[in-house]
């Protein structure tokens, strides 16, 4: 019987110093060539791990989670990061900025503060979370069914719609504010693509040309579409603009105007990504590395995730990236310092897609920390780009799933989960 690398390591004796990097055996070994020839007995056929990660299985109208697919086998987990905590924190950090800067933002004196929202894809768990952290912490929300709407409210600068409602805001200075939406929008293309950045672009331009002066503030479900607005616009006319992701670009833009984001903590979940496959490709506690160290130390802080095993989900938690705190967080491609050992493992592949070639967070933050914990894992993985618009552009590029060890998959639609298990077997 073949001995895993690791496993050798361990029973020569040797596995601290391996980890220690003295040895210079640490390392990948093998190809990573799949069924034909590395996938570990533990793992083969239907029980192959299957990762869901940021689009999580869910039924895009009502937000209901799919547990048919995420029960899919044993081995299926999803990877994402705590939206309600998340869009709370997003909600709050605009409120206290208006509450701080009331006074220089009612730049009319009018006693009202307007806002415009780019919402990302009115059929995604994040983005309602995002919608409606923004319109609570706002006091704009209405609710129907016991939670927040989250519907665009289209154009509101008369304040006569029912999906939303002015709010009021006590400023820092003691003075009362009322807070209106004045507009809000899916930023979707009219092929399909949601979070689209171009479309936010254009968005604001168009808002601004017809009532400009009285956006003071802009709230975006995302960085992406929150820098289109930002240099479309909002820069040029110092509007503070909040987005979502801490994308380096966005982190950045802070420094000359842009009014902050939120991090969900990419390179935790870039890791419990390819984490979880790997723990289960070793045989291992599927928790190895992540609330109990590995050989080489790697562990996670117990404040930074959590999991919930009723919903077979870990999600990262989010942090607010401000003025006071942005320079810590240029780099948005860091690996998380308690996770960045070397493994010493055989080589497995997996193949991983992503929705959207496009998506500014996926493409610039989420897939270059996985290129890095790839390298770290020892795992071999395909990436699959779709166009954002049709699952099949995806599915059709997964023709022979037996060539994999395991899969990592970021659906178009929240909703369609079985065009993946079913490919699968
Ligand atoms: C991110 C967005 C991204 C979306 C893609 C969200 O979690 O915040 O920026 O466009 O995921 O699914």
Known sequence: MELSRRRFLQVAGLGTVAASGALSLVGCS?????????????????????????RQPSNSSTGELDMTTLNYNKNTYYVGFDANQGGELEGQMVADY???????????????????????????????????????????GVEKDGAIQSDAVGTNTDGTATVVQDGTIKADDGKEYTIRELASQEMKTSAGSTWDAPTAGNAISTWASSFGDKINVIVSNNDGMGMAMFNAWSKENKVPTFGYDANS???EAIGQGYGGTISQNPAVQAYLTLRLLRNVFDGVDINTGISEADDAGNVLSEDDYKYSEDERSYYAMNLAVTADNYQDFLDAT?????????????????????YNSADNFLGATYKPLLKKYQELLCLDVDYVDGDGQNESNITNKLGDPSAYDGFAINMVKTDNGASYTSILG
């Open 249 to 251: 670009d966005a982190v």
């Open 334 to 354: 860091a690996l998380y310092d308690g996770a960045s050992a070397q493994l010493d493992a055989d080589t497995k592949k997996v193949w991983l897609s992503t």
């Open 98 to 140: 208006i509450k701080a800067h009331a006074a220089e933002l009612d730049t009319d004196g009018d006693g009202m503060i307007g806002y415009v929202l780019a919402i990302g894809d009115v059929g995604h768990n994040d983005s309602i979370a995002r919608t409606r952290g923004c319109r609570k912490a706002l006091g704009t």
């Open 30 to 54: 093998g190809s990573g060539d799949g069924d034909k020839g590395s996938a570990s007995a533990s793992t083969g056929g239907s029980d192959k791990p299957v990762i869901f990660y940021n």
